[in-house]
């Protein structure tokens, strides 16, 4: 299965990109699919999920800031991240699984290259 991770950039603090993320797991009737971003010198960070029933989670350090939504007629994942902070520079990821629900699952089978997102102050 394909992923493919567009729309990063460079941007100034407080301003917003929208990451989009092209796959093949869409075609699937039951998938969970997810943001990570990885910083120099850092683990790679789950951001947020999202089910096939729309169903999102989010994590602590993104919450209001990010949002994650889906075209599965377009076969598309979306993050669109607003407020952006000099902390966000990172390589954004998308990862998929095919699993009847996300849950607290982490360990996605499926990944992107990524696509750098570099904010400045």
């Known amino acids: 299965e394909t992923l493919a991770e567009s729309g990063g950039g460079s941007v100034q603090s407080g301003g917003s990109l929208r990451l989009s993320c092209a796959s093949s797991?869409?075609?699937?009737?039951?998938?969970?699919m997810a943001w990570y971003r990885q910083a120099p010198g850092q683990e790679r960070e789950w951001l947020t999920s999202?089910?096939?029933?729309?169903?999102?989670t989010y994590a602590q350090s993104v919450k209001g800031r990010f949002t994650t939504s889906q075209d599965a007629g377009e076969g598309t994942l979306f993050l669109q991240m607003d407020s952006l902070e000099p902390e966000d520079t990172a390589i954004y990821y998308c990862a998929g699984g095919i699993w009847d629900a996300c849950g607290s699952r982490r360990d996605f089978g499926y990944w992107g290259r990524g696509t750098q997102v570099t904010v400045s102050s």
């Open positions: 999202i089910h096939t029933d729309g169903t999102t």
């Open positions: 797991l869409f075609t699937y009737q039951r998938y969970c």
